[in-house]
């Protein structure tokens, strides 16, 4: 098979001819170099598709490109390949001569292969048939393991039958609290006192004895529930659930006898050893209704009487305070000592819950039955009254819990959720919401504002606005735990009287009447009646912002952290600034009623124009009479008592500024449109008057000697001129700059003549 004779390197005739060697442009890039979105390496990925890698391109590249570029990368790979033929051709040739005798060498390779495989095939099959042989004894063993245990747990669970009744039978025996013979003889014959007190510790003992052998038997009863758990479908098991059962109920029986005996007696051990046996048989509820209907509920039946029926048969009625009191007291001498046994560290006894499920149980019991009406949010004050007894008696109650954790267990009790559910604290905010929103409200439905002299405050509205605020934060009206609603509650009072008086404000600013207008007293209100709420306003605001924070801190400080009172702070002290902020605009409407007042004087100003329109009147001396009324409103109303006693001086300042500035503008609008208007007249008749002489024929010397007398206008400007000379005297009465005034300006370069137009001075 060898290749004898040399054959001559391959050629490729079919193929193109190799491109041209690359020459470089002038920018140093290659001639015949691919373009930049045609990646070689692209069809060396293992993951490559010709599909994906087409649909990607024709987004930019047109067909006949990508065709030209795919042909041209063609020819260049068959051109590599013709090249690497012609390069290596003598080793390939090589290759084929040295090749000699392969069969051969396959033959003599072939026999031993076959018989390692043969060996190999062999070995398997052995450890296969050890390995099932193995497994199978593995799961026999296993099996009977199994069926070992099953039988040891029988065998136990027989014995331990037979060892609980052997136990009950020996309980049987034991006699309870000094019943025999002589004991009753010793008690009937009346004997002396050391015989007393020895049968006394006869009993002790036997009832000692008797709750130590009920622990050991609750301790093989609990044996017993493990095993029954985990073969209780099992004939054997299901044929002793009777014998089990028997033994549990007089197991139940007599540990509630012995438990009862010791409560009774207070033994200590006995009551002890009683709950390790509950413990132990995982029966801790009846237990505690042991204890509840035993001890419990005969004290709490001297405190709250009921009956079946709930009739209740004490005088007390539905308060809970004095009850609370006299159960907090029968507790402490008749059941500390159970709840110190119960709360014993390291005993395993807090498994246990007295305080919920007996104590706590029979008092909710007791008053649902004896006194419902406590519950009841229907008579708020009361309802408060019983509800902070309730917290105080609960937190008498925690105090005997041992540690933090016990006392969250037991406000995780079902029974305490119930206790705390019975008292309805939304109804009960929502009676005191609507009970001091309603007092506010009927305050503000009014039809007048109503003097009043209270606090500092000189209207009925505000002072009610005061005490309800101060009623949110009573102590016998502030729940803590629904703080947040009366803060609510607060800040919507301030807001409801802010909307009252700015609503009112604003229908006075528009005229807004009606016969059931609900602002009808911001319009029967005379601007001395505004002085009033602008007093109000202020002593709210700083009372609020004052000594009103200070006194709900005084309320929820305990209860509460820092970050939350400033939070408490900023909101407070921002619905006092919102009524702070109505100020201005109150002042504003008592400027607006001022200054209507004062331009009934400012009409007159029209007097001015029939007095020197068309007459021969000569030019005047001396301002208006109409002058020196125009500012009395304004001086009458600072002069008045209630300006003087209620309003300070910056806000005097404001008031007389605000209506001096609103005023003079009044004046300067009038005396333009009069000024205005007369210079138009004049300047009409001036020219029916040419034209009049024109057609006369009259000389220009008449026209020379009119042109030189004084005009209807300028009279009336000089007659201006003097009034504002003495309306900017007034105001300097009032210590107002009139120079200050934009508006008095313009009124002084309207009417003032040519040579004072620089300088305002009078």
């Not at 301002?623 to 009324?629: C, F, I, K, L, M």
Request: with cysteine.
């Amino acid at each position: 098979m060898a290749i004898q004779q040399q054959q001559p390197p391959a050629t490729s005739p079919q193929l193109s001819p190799p491109p041209r060697t690359a020459t470089a442009d002038l920018f140093g890039d290659p001639i015949d170099s691919h373009p930049l979105w045609f990646k070689q390496s692209s069809f060396l990925s293992p993951n490559f598709d010709s599909e994906s890698y087409i649909s990607d391109l024709r987004t930019f590249v047109p067909f006949e490109t990508l065709r030209s570029e795919l042909q041209s990368h063609l020819s260049s790979l068959k051109h590599e390949l013709v090249e690497l033929i012609n390069r290596d051709y003598t080793d390939f040739v090589n290759l084929s001569t040295k090749l000699v005798d392969v069969d051969a060498a396959v033959l003599r390779m072939r026999a031993p292969l076959i018989e390692i495989r043969d060996k190999i095939v062999a070995f398997r099959g052995a450890v296969e048939g050890s390995l099932v042989s193995l497994q199978g004894g593995l799961r026999q063993r296993a099996e009977a393991s199994a069926a070992r245990e099953i039988l040891e747990l029988l065998i136990d669970t027989s014995h331990v039958v037979s060892k609980v009744e052997k136990l009950i039978k020996e309980l049987h025996n034991v006699p309870v609290d000094g019943s025999n013979g002589d004991l009753h003889t010793a008690e009937k014959g009346h004997l002396s006192n050391g015989v007393s007190i020895q049968h006394a510790e006869i009993g002790a003992n036997l009832r000692e004895t008797q709750s130590m052998l009920l622990e050991r038997i609750a301790s093989e009863m609990n044996r017993l529930k493990f095993y029954f758990a985990h073969a209780k479908n099992l004939p054997f098991i299901e044929n002793m659930e009777k014998r089990i059962q028997n033994a549990s109920s007089l197991l139940d029986t007599s540990l509630g006898h012995c438990f009862i005996d010791g409560l009774v007696h207070k033994d200590e051990n006995a009551v002890y050893n009683c709950l390790r046996a509950y413990a132990a048989v995982d029966n801790t509820r009846n237990a505690e209704e042991i204890f509840r209907s035993t001890i419990v509920a005969p004290l709490v039946q001297k405190v709250i009487p009921y009956t079946s029926s709930g009739v209740v048969g004490g005088p007390t009625g539905d308060e809970l305070e004095e009850d609370y009191k006299q159960i907090k007291q029968l507790i402490a001498e008749n059941c500390t000592f159970l709840l110190e046994i119960s709360s014993t560290e390291n005993s395993g006894l807090h498994v246990f819950s007295f305080l919920a499920n007996s104590i706590l149980k029979e008092v909710l019991y007791a008053i649902q039955q004896g006194k419902p009406g406590a519950f009841s949010p229907g008579r708020p004050t009361e309802f408060l009254k019983n509800y902070k007894a309730s917290l105080g008696f609960l937190a008498d109650l925690e105090g005997y819990c041992p540690s933090r954790s016990a006392v969250s267990s037991f406000r995780a009790e079902a029974v305490y959720v119930d206790f705390m559910k019975q008292w309805n604290i939304g109804v009960y905010f929502l009676l005191r919401f609507q009970e001091i929103a309603g007092s506010l409200d009927s305050a503000l439905v009014g039809s007048s504002l109503t003097p009043i002299q209270r606090s500092g405050l000189t209207l009925k509205q505000s002072v009610t606005l005061l005490e309800c605020l101060r009623s949110c934060w009573k102590e016998d009206v502030l729940v803590i735990s629904i703080s947040d609603k009366f803060l609510r509650l607060t800040l919507q009072l301030i807001s409801r009287y802010a909307n009252w008086l700015s609503a009112g404000l604003s229908a006075r600013r528009t005229r807004n009447s009606g016969s059931n207008s609900p602002y009808e007293w911001a319009l029967a209100a005379s601007h001395e009646d505004l002085v009033y709420i602008i007093n109000d306003l202020d002593n709210l605001a700083a009372e609020v912002c004052g000594n009103y924070i200070g006194h709900v801190f005084d309320a929820i400080k305990t209860y509460t952290t820092e970050d939350v009172l400033d939070l408490v702070k900023n909101s407070i002290s921002q619905g006092g600034k919102s009524l702070k902020d109505l100020v201005p605009s109150v002042i504003d409407s008592i400027i607006d009623t001022l200054v209507d007042k004062s331009n009934e004087e400012l009409k007159q100003l029209h007097g001015i124009v029939a007095a020197y329109r068309m007459t021969k009147k000569p030019p005047p001396v001396r301002h208006s009479h109409y002058v020196s009324g125009v500012l009395r409103p304004l001086k009458v109303f600072l002069d008045g008592e209630r300006a003087t006693t209620y309003l300070t001086e910056d806000v005097k300042g404001k008031l007389v500024q605000g209506a001096a500035f609103k005023i003079t503008g009044r004046y300067h609008e009038m005396a333009a449109d009069i000024v205005n208007t007369a210079r138009k007249t004049e300047t009409s008749l001036q020219r029916i008057r040419l034209g009049a002489q024109r057609r006369a024929g009259a000389s220009s010397d008449v026209s020379d000697v009119s042109d030189h007398n004084v005009s209807d206008t300028e009279k009336i400007c000089m007659q201006l001129f003097l009034d504002i000379q003495e309306y900017g005297r007034n105001l300097a009465t009032l210590e107002v700059e009139a120079a200050k005034i934009p508006a008095y300006c313009s009124l002084w370069q309207l009417v003032a003549p040519q040579n004072r137009q620089a300088e305002i001075s009078f």
